[in-house]
């Protein structure tokens, strides 16, 4: 045991050890709040505003094929007939030579996009957009309104060449592969939707070939690249982009019933069509 001196003696040597101890944790405490004040500014320094030259695939995307992409204004003259009733004899017994013998003709206009695949002003959009149309304007992004004409037309997987005189070297978008895409990759639609001119909307792919019968479109035959990215009336015929501003398909559908859904002719199948459009063959189509 211990004498009574040596126990106080002990206990006072842990006192002032631990006081020191506090000390010297309290002195060094004095110095954390600069170091934390200057690992706070280390970590909030990448998170400063983004400068005016900063830009984002999407951004680039839309600024590579731009200029290539077009808006399409197509006329139609429809003559309207008499009602069936009036083309009977009977009828017209009855109500004399008053009722007129045919019905004033009626102007149809549509709206569509495209885009130019070759520098001499080939074009390449929705057999909807331009089948049977009377005119057709296409008008440039640098705002110039040419005509243009329609060198063929393939209505199995609704896909149309049209020809432009623009005095060649034109922009042209770039073509990529659909064959190599996957569910969830970007997609970016670029087009004319409603006449709201060089609209560009983001989405991804949503799913791949999706049948036109579970489009519900039957009388095509095709597989779509279904997207969410938003297409609207006026979107038909322009380009698909992925994020490195190459086309992969061609927008051509919605469903009216429902928000997010729309679908795009993939342009591994355009291209082999496109190519036999512009030479003016017809395109077969085995069953």
């Given amino acids: 045991m211990l004498p009574k001196f040596r126990l106080m003696e002990q206990l006072s040597t842990h006192i002032l050890a631990i ?16 170091q934390a004040e200057s690992a706070s500014v280390a970590l909030k320094a990448p998170l400063a505003p983004a400068t005016s030259t900063h830009s984002n695939f999407v951004a680039a995307a839309a600024n590579r094929v731009g200029p290539a992409v077009v808006r399409i204004d197509t006329e139609r003259t429809v003559n309207r007939r008499l009602e069936p009733m009036m083309e009977d004899p009977f009828s017209r017994r009855f109500f004399g030579d008053g009722y007129p013998q045919q019905l004033p003709t009626e102007q149809l206009r549509g709206l569509g996009s495209g885009f130019i695949i070759d520098k001499s002003g080939v074009i390449l959009t929705n057999a909807h957009v331009v089948d049977q149309a009377d005119k057709v304007t296409v008008r440039l ?3 110039r309104a040419l005509e243009g004409k329609v060198q063929g037309v393939d209505e199995v997987t609704d896909l149309a060449v049209v020809k432009i005189n623009a005095g060649g070297d034109l922009p042209v978008a770039t073509l990529g592969s659909s064959d190599s895409l996957q569910v969830g990759d970007w997609a970016i639609a670029v087009g004319n939707p409603l006449g709201f001119d060089n609209t ?34 006026g979107n038909s015929g322009g ?14 559908a919605i469903r009216a019933d429902a928000a997010g859904i729309g679908f ?3 342009i591994d199948k355009a291209k082999a069509i496109a190519f036999q459009l512009q030479r003016g063959q017809k395109v077969a189509h085995p069953y």
């Fill in 19 to 34: 006081a020191l101890a506090v000390t010297f944790i309290f002195g060094n405490l004095h110095i954390l709040p600069a």
């Fill in 200 to 233: 560009v909307t983001l989405g991804i792919v949503s799913t791949l070939k999706r049948s036109s019968a579970q489009v519900g479109i039957p009388d095509k035959r095709l597989d779509f690249i279904q997207t969410d990215a938003a297409i609207n009336p």
């Fill in 141 to 143: 992004k640098d705002g």
């Fill in 264 to 266: 795009a002719i993939p």
């Fill in 239 to 252: 380009p698909l982009l992925n994020d490195q501003g190459e086309v992969i398909g061609i927008n051509t």
